[in-house]
């Protein structure tokens, strides 16, 4: 019952915002129109008076009404409804309002319908913006298969994606997009991973390999069993965080709130003022067109918007506007180790021969029992040899929870895992045998040990570099927070130049140290992929999510999640962030210099309320081009 009230919910949410759009469409698309026939309005008007010069000056003006009652009128309803209501994110619509209605009483009819034109056009790019961005949502949509290619008894069945359950198999055949998350049981090919990773590169995919939806498989035609249903997979969960991201606002637009409460009473006393000590309608009819707060209310919007389009495009996903208001001022960072700092697969590190077999004998010996296995050390050892499968007489049989074992022709048995599994099945293991660091798996023929294969987790790239940069950016602390072994969390430290390793912590155990470290008003960055994560993720200044093929719980109590596991977009995340404030402050100093001194040269009467008007949106054009350096900068300079 219960999911079927969530499957519900999101069903109703999908249908709200795809009429959200649609509205935005049609309100578009009438806009658009609305504009068009002010505009042939007032050329006309303007034609007919430059060609029939002092003759029936009456159609020009019915010209001009007619524009007026196309694009002035509705903004005088806004504005009003505003005014009366308090409302001020119509705060635009309500200075617009009340200098047409001051043009009409002063028979100023083209600057009555050429204020509110104005303003329809800067509504248009607006909501133009907007619908670009849900395109690009819904192109995402797009690109998720509908149907799916059953694998049952031999034969395929075209089904519902929606239908898929956790443990069928499904085909995949080339050129088609990738329906599911899943494993790969059978074949292989390459994967086109863009629309996830945003590497440019295709990926490699075999059995044992995990694909995921929302990829296009390229070349080869495979089996794969599912291992997430339809919602749950990491293409949903990237357009749910691309939905999320939609809403985002800057905490700075708390502050142009604040600035509009004051700012309308203040311009509607100063064109009052002036229109009673200078007797003249004019200068007061200039300041209240001057005064359109249209660069205020672009001062936060457009750099968030430049901001989440640069970081989109890097693979970082924001869900919270702490991405402007906590992450600069970031000074310890924790990670957590498995996943995060590391790959979260294994990698042969060393191999110890206890007998007359070298090395490489010992690995092809490993080889041959590991070939049918899809464990983890069986999956290090073929990556170490370069092969999926060699040649060998052996017959194999995998040991749950113990390894691999094969007999050949001759009745010697030959074993590869766990010391515990090889004891008990009376191996002699020598008092003085070497024992490797890391995760280590055992070979031995019949009773005799042959030697010893250790394993590490793999460093990510650029572990060292991220942690390099975060330092220059001022994170004077860095710790890693983990529940494994202390030996290999400081061998994983040291390699990528972490300082503190609190290794043995239970989820509850991480979120006490983490609430130490944040002790004497330290604001910590929390980095982490796991559900044991969760707690610390939420309790942070600001928490990280790695990817969002990570725990589905990691990623709901993050703000933010790296698409492509790349740790150096947490540096580019902290000077995009640190541009994004600085660029919005400009905005509001820019904005609220240009629109005093308009109203300083209206109230002189220096300029007409007509020039002013065209002279006031060069502070929109200024604020927007301002922000638009945030898309011409990589993020890598302060």
């Known amino acids: 019952m219960e999911n079927i009230d969530h499957m519900g919910r999101d069903s109703l949410t999908a249908l709200s915002r795809d009429n959200l759009t649609d509205r935005g469409r049609r309100k578009l698309t009438r806009e658009i129109l609305c ?24 159609i020009p003006q019915l010209f001009y009404f007619t524009g007026f009652l196309i694009e002035g009128v509705p903004v005088i309803v806004t504005g009003l409804r505003g005014l009366f209501s308090r409302n001020m994110k119509n705060a635009m619509e309500i200075l617009v309002g009340i200098a047409v209605i001051a043009c009409v009483f002063n028979r100023e009819l083209i600057l009555a319908l050429l204020i509110p034109l104005i303003l329809n056009i800067a509504h248009i790019l607006e909501e133009r913006s907007i619908i670009g961005g849900r395109d690009v949502i819904e192109g995402l949509k797009k690109m998720q298969q509908n149907t799916a290619h059953l694998y049952e008894n031999g034969a395929e069945t075209d089904v519902d994606v929606r239908n898929l359950r956790v443990g069928q198999e499904i085909v995949v055949r080339p050129g088609e997009g990738i329906p599911i998350d899943g494993t790969v049981l059978s074949g292989s090919t390459h994967i086109d991973e863009k629309s996830l990773t945003g590497e440019p590169e295709p990926a490699h995919a075999g059995p044992g390999d995990t694909v995921y939806a929302g990829t296009v498989n390229l070349d080869g035609r495979f089996v794969m069993r599912v291992e997430k249903e339809y919602v749950d997979t990491s293409f949903s969960k990237i357009l749910q965080l691309l939905e999320r991201s939609e809403t985002i606002a800057a905490p700075e637009s708390r502050l142009i709130d604040r600035f509009l409460h004051y700012y309308i009473p203040f311009v509607l006393a100063a064109a009052a003022a002036v229109a009673l000590i200078s007797r003249d309608a004019t200068k007061a009819i200039a300041i209240l067109v001057v005064s359109c707060p249209c660069g205020q209310m672009l001062v936060s919007s457009a750099p968030m918007i430049a901001a989440l389009s640069a970081a989109t495009k890097r693979g970082v996903l924001v869900k919270n506007a702490k991405f402007i208001e906590e992450l600069t001022e970031i000074d310890t960072v924790v990670f957590d180790k498995t996943g995060t700092v590391t790959k979260g697969e294994l990698s042969l590190t060393e191999i110890l021969p206890y007998g007359d077999e070298s090395r490489e004998e010992l690995l092809q010996m490993a080889a041959l029992l590991a070939a049918s296995s899809n464990h983890p050390v069986s999956r290090a050892v073929m990556e170490a040899v370069g092969a999926t499968a060699l040649p060998g007489d052996l017959t194999v049989r995998e040991i749950p929870g113990g390894g691999v074992e094969g007999e050949d022709k001759t009745g010697r048995v030959y074993r590869f895992g766990r010391r515990e599994w090889l004891a008990g099945c009376g191996v002699v293991f020598p008092e003085d045998a070497e024992i490797p660091d890391g995760t280590v798996s055992y070979v031995s023929r019949d009773d005799t040990l042959l030697g010893a294969l250790s394993f590490c987790d793999t460093l990510r790239e650029n572990a060292a570099e991220c942690v390099g940069e975060l330092r220059e950016l001022g994170a004077t602390r860095t710790a890693m927070l983990t529940g494994d072994r202390e030996e290999p969390a400081r061998a994983i430290a040291g390699k990528a130049g972490i300082d503190e390793v609190y290794a043995h912590l239970l989820p509850e155990e991480k979120l ?62 902290i000077r995009l962030a640190r541009r994004t404030r600085r660029i919005i402050y400009q905005n509001l100093v820019l904005s609220i210099g240009i629109s005093a001194v ?41």
């Open 512 to 573: 006490e140290k983490l609430r130490a470290l944040s002790g004497d008003g330290h604001n910590v960055l929390a980095v982490g992929d796991g559900i044991n994560d969760a707690l610390i993720l939420r309790e942070a200044t600001v928490g990280i999510a790695m990817g969002a093929m990570g725990s589905d719980l990691a990623i709901d109590s993050a703000d933010i999640a790296l698409m492509n596991n790349n740790l150096r977009n947490i540096p580019f995340a």
């Open 35 to 58: 504009g068009a026939a002010t505009l042939i309005c007032l050329c006309v008007g303007l034609l007919y008076t430059y060609l029939f010069r002092g003759t029936h000056e009456i």
């Open 598 to 638: 308009m109203i300083a040269l209206s109230a002189l009467g220096v300029i007409s309320a007509l020039a002013g008007s065209v002279f006031h949106n060069f502070g929109a054009f200024a604020v927007l081009l301002n922000s638009s350096r945030i898309l011409r900068e990589d993020g890598k300079t302060e």
